[in-house]
């Protein structure tokens, strides 16, 4: 029986799908996906799985046992999976290609997350509103939004947070800590979302690409703006006249005109301008 592996020979047939399978028992694992039906229950929590490895992996959690250890450092894992992805760490393995960019990775979950930055991908739908996440971790998230849950609470004040990395932004706040440094200059940052734009400043990158033209962006948020100027829409009305603009940024420059604000101060004189460019131009 065990020749099947050598001559690629698959005769146990799913009768739901295409699939086939060298051996009957893993057949049996398969069909279990179209039954949804789960046999091996833990007897820690109320999680069941449709093989024994796969329950046998899941105890590793409530043990603490970690089998799989590191030969160069020492870190050890609950499965061999995981091992194999931490040892390119060592080894600066990574691949995994994007096919739109130069960019590779050490997992083909990450390939799969970053591929949809390209394609515009959104696989993760709410189920309360039309919104919907690249990333089902952002839907998650989100949904606490609708059932109004913040389970983080700041030791430092009474603020709560949706999620544990708003959490850690906000505390920087009170500790003015800055733990993302940039290794190219003497900037640092508070938030690693903000750090990872910058980077794109050294680096180049601009993986926000516009489909209709040939401009690309730095942010996605640069990128929605620049796409209005092909679509034509002008969602920021001024409420003092009939002016609209593409973004929040310009509406707030063109309301200097109605309330009469001169922020940009000339350091060597009493002038002062509504906009930016016009002290540029007096210099």
């Known amino acids: 029986m065990d020749m099947r592996t ?75 999976n995981a091992l194999t992805y931490h040892m390119r760490i060592h080894t600066g393995e990574k691949p995994y290609y994007c096919s739109y960019c130069d960019k590779v990775f050490t997992q083909d979950s990450h390939l799969i997350r970053h591929l949809r930055i390209h394609t515009g991908e959104k696989p993760y739908q709410c189920s309360q509103c039309d919104k919907a996440f690249t990333l089902k971790n952002g839907l998650k998230i989100h949904m606490r939004i609708h059932v109004r849950q913040k389970p983080y609470p700041c030791s430092q004040c009474d603020k709560t947070f949706k999620d544990n990395n708003s959490l850690i932004q906000h505390i920087s706040i009170h500790t003015g800590k800055k733990p993302y440094q940039c290794s190219h200059c003497d900037k640092a940052f508070q938030h690693n979302s903000n750090f990872t734009i910058h980077m794109r400043i050294h680096t180049g990158e601009k993986p926000y690409q516009c489909s209709q033209c040939e401009k690309a962006f730095t942010k996605n948020n640069d990128l929605t703006v620049h796409m209005r100027i092909h679509t034509g829409e002008k969602p920021f009305e001024c409420s003092q006249c009939d002016k609209a603009f593409t973004s929040k940024n310009y509406l707030t420059k063109h309301m200097n005109i109605h309330t009469w604000e001169k922020p940009y101060k000339f350091s060597y004189c009493d002038k002062a301008f509504t906009l930016n460019k016009a002290l540029m131009k007096d210099i």
Not at 29 to 44: L, V, Y
Not at 49 to 71: A, D, V, W, Y
């Open 6 to 80: 050598h001559t690629g020979e698959k005769p146990f047939q799913c009768s739901q799908c295409d699939k086939a399978f060298t051996f009957k028992s893993n057949l049996i694992n398969h069909i279990r996906i179209h039954t949804g039906e789960k046999p091996f229950q833990c007897s820690q929590c109320d999680k069941a799985f449709t093989t024994k490895s796969n329950l046998t992996k899941h105890m590793r959690i409530h043990t603490g046992e970690k089998p799989f250890q590191c030969s160069q450092c020492d870190k050890a894992f609950t499965n061999k």
